[in-house]
């Protein structure tokens, strides 16, 4: 069965420092992975997708993330963080199904000024 | 091109009462799904459909949830004599193929609340 593990519930960074949230996955298959991103009182968007094609994803608004099969992960970085990144990021995992998407329990990203 | 649409954002409703969730999904797209997340929890895939069928409700517990996506008018998620059990937030997004590799769009989410 399809799973995903969020490592942190909480990450704190200083404005301008780097940004790391870890995801790990469980998949009987190769897997479609996701990241999205909810702030306070807004909908979720999509920040960026693994399908398969390169391992290093870009998404928007500076954010990457690194497929590693060997370690199952799927770790979101950004170099430096900013006030607006304050939100809660979900990593995502495709399930059985080619529609099913399977939620991690979210991070909270804090940003400290 | 308006995103996805869900209203209301805040209901409240009292053990016993119907709760009725409103999706439109973006121009366009004809796959809408529904999830739910619980306070401190990631999403919970519920259901997914297509105009005037139901692909998947897997997700949905059997009793007293339905959902509905009519070939005119919204998609609609009910929830019959409702208790404080489904107290959550419940998004609704669309896409318009029923592939994961392709975006779905979300919602802003209904907050449901039994008191």
């Known amino acids: 069965a399809q799973s995903v593990t969020q490592l942190d519930s909480h990450v704190s960074v200083s404005e301008g420092t780097p940004v790391l949230l870890r995801c790990n996955y469980s998949?009987?298959?190769?897997?479609?992975l996701f990241w999205y991103v909810q702030h306070p009182n807004k909908g979720l968007q999509l920040l960026l997708k693994?399908?398969?094609?390169a391992t290093l994803v870009k998404g928007i608004n500076g954010f990457e993330a690194e497929f590693k099969k060997s370690e199952t992960s799927f770790h979101l970085t950004k170099p430096s963080a900013h006030m607006s990144d304050a939100a809660e990021y979900f990593c995502?995992?495709?399930?059985?199904?080619?529609?099913?998407?399977?939620w991690g329990a979210g991070t909270k990203l804090i940003i400290k000024p | 091109n308006a995103g996805v649409m869900q209203n209301p954002r805040h209901l409240v409703r009292r053990r016993g009462q119907e709760a009725r969730l409103r999706c439109s999904p973006m121009?366009?797209?004809?796959?809408v799904y529904w999830y739910r997340q619980l306070p401190e929890e990631g999403l919970k895939f519920m259901v997914y459909?297509?105009?005037?069928?139901?692909?998947?409700e897997s997700g949905m517990p059997k009793e007293r949830f339905s959902a509905e996506f009519p070939k005119e008018g919204p998609s609609i998620l009910r929830i019959q004599q409702v208790v404080r059990g489904d107290s959550a937030a419940y998004f609704c997004?669309?896409?318009?193929?029923?592939?994961?590799?392709?975006?779905?769009?979300f919602g802003q989410g209904t907050r449901l609340t039994v008191v």
């Open positions: 997004a669309s896409s318009s193929l029923g592939r994961v590799d392709a975006e779905a769009f």
């Open positions: 121009k366009g797209h004809s796959h």
């Open positions: 459909l297509q105009k005037e069928n139901i692909i998947d």
């Open positions: 998949s009987s298959y190769s897997p479609s």
């Open positions: 693994y399908t398969s094609a």
């Open positions: 995502v995992v495709s399930g059985y199904s080619n529609y099913q998407l399977i």
